[in-house]
């Protein structure tokens, strides 16, 4: 069974930048589209930032221009992000679509790394 381990979230200032970290615990997962949600109590989880097998990118308009989503060649992928606003204070979570050498295509989600705004 695949893990998505989240790490690199925090306490942070505002205006301040974090990076984010999601890698997958089995070696031979091949990932091919990944996406960063966060959710915030008593919100619905939203998704913040994609990319695609190609690597194409795409962003909440919440975080455009702040946050960017980016990948290695293997089955990590990351989110930088700067100039944080209190409002994305949440629970930040991994989602990861791939495959294994037994496994067919299929989904996965990590457990979620906290990041905490403060003023």
């Known amino acids: 069974q695949v893990q998505l381990v989240e790490s690199g979230g925090g306490l942070v200032q505002a205006g301040g930048s974090l990076r984010l970290s999601c890698s997958a615990s089995?070696?031979?997962?091949?990932?091919?589209?990944a996406g960063w949600y966060r959710q915030a109590p008593g919100r619905r989880r939203e998704l913040v930032a994609f990319?695609?097998?190609?690597?194409?990118t795409n962003y909440a308009a919440s975080v455009s221009g702040r946050f960017t989503i980016s990948r290695d060649n293997a089955n990590t992928v990351y989110l930088q992000m700067t100039g944080l606003k209190l409002e994305d204070t949440a629970l930040y979570l991994c989602n990861s679509f791939g495959t294994t050498s037994t496994t067919p295509r299929r989904g996965y989600w990590g457990q979620g790394t906290q990041v905490t705004v403060s003023s």
């Open positions: 990319i695609n097998d190609m690597g194409v």
């Open positions: 089995d070696g031979l997962f091949r990932m091919d589209s």
